[in-house]
């Protein structure tokens, strides 16, 4: 078998420091930069996990913005069993701008990823999305990934730090609202997706510190044609 003869296969890692590309429009006055780009591999092999990591610098004219983006994975490839993962997969981000909302955001990913494509099954499990003060965490399993898939998702959204998620937006909020007041506040729901039945099901949703729940669940079908929402209670 293909995988078979290529299991012993191993070349050396890749190894880039330092590289820059420069993409100057004058035509248009517009100008972006990658500088400091990084990428760095364990030994390419089929046999053992492969250490995968990338950083670079991002700038741009219009709009102005500056980024910093950081990557890391361990990647393995079973060719026989047709199952692929990364895992301790990390991604940062940060970028500053007068187009930001004040001025700056940092965005935080950590998970670890398996496709199987024989049982055509995949999962990101857990993960855990930081944006602003705001986490978002969970997992997320997938079946029928070749065709149309079939999703269920576990889902907590917590704000540990509104002031900076809803600092910058404080003329929008509604009047006597303090972003402070949400600090603690959380989100948990569970919902199914059928891209093949074309429904969502919304099974679980808690609020908190509202304090309002639904235990029950809400089903939504989507035809081609017509939709039609349907609300169970429990």
């Known amino acids: 078998a293909p995988g078979e003869a290529l299991a012993g296969l191993a070349i050396g890692g890749v190894q880039i420091t330092g590289a820059k590309v ?45 980024s910093h983006v950081a990557f890391k994975t361990e990647v393995s490839i079973n060719l026989e069993e047709e199952v692929y993962r990364l895992l301790g997969t990390t991604l940062e981000a940060k970028a500053s701008g007068a187009a930001i909302p004040g001025g700056s955001v940092e965005a935080k990913l950590a998970t670890d990823i398996v ?33 149309m898939p079939d999703v269920k998702a576990a889902l907590v959204l917590a704000l540990k730090d509104p002031e900076t998620l809803l600092g910058p937006h404080r003329a929008s909020l509604p009047e006597g609202l303090k972003p402070s007041a949400l600090k603690g506040a959380r989100l948990d729901t569970d919902v199914e997706v059928s891209l093949g039945n074309q429904t969502l099901d919304l099974k679980k949703f808690n609020l908190q510190p509202l304090r309002t729940s639904s235990p029950g669940r809400a089903l939504a079908h989507c035809g081609p044609v017509s939709s039609m929402g349907r609300s169970d209670g429990a």
């Open 115 to 147: 496709a199987d494509l024989r049982a055509q099954t995949a999962s990101v499990n857990p993960f855990t999305l930081t944006v602003q003060g705001a986490e978002l965490s969970g997992q997320v399993q997938a079946e029928k990934i070749l065709a």
């Open 22 to 66: 420069v993409w100057d429009d004058r035509m248009a006055d517009q100008r972006f930069e990658v500088s400091n780009f990084n990428l760095e591999t364990g030994e390419l092999s089929l046999e053992d996990p492969i250490p995968v990591s990338l950083s670079l610098d991002l700038a741009s004219s219009k709009p102005l913005l500056n």
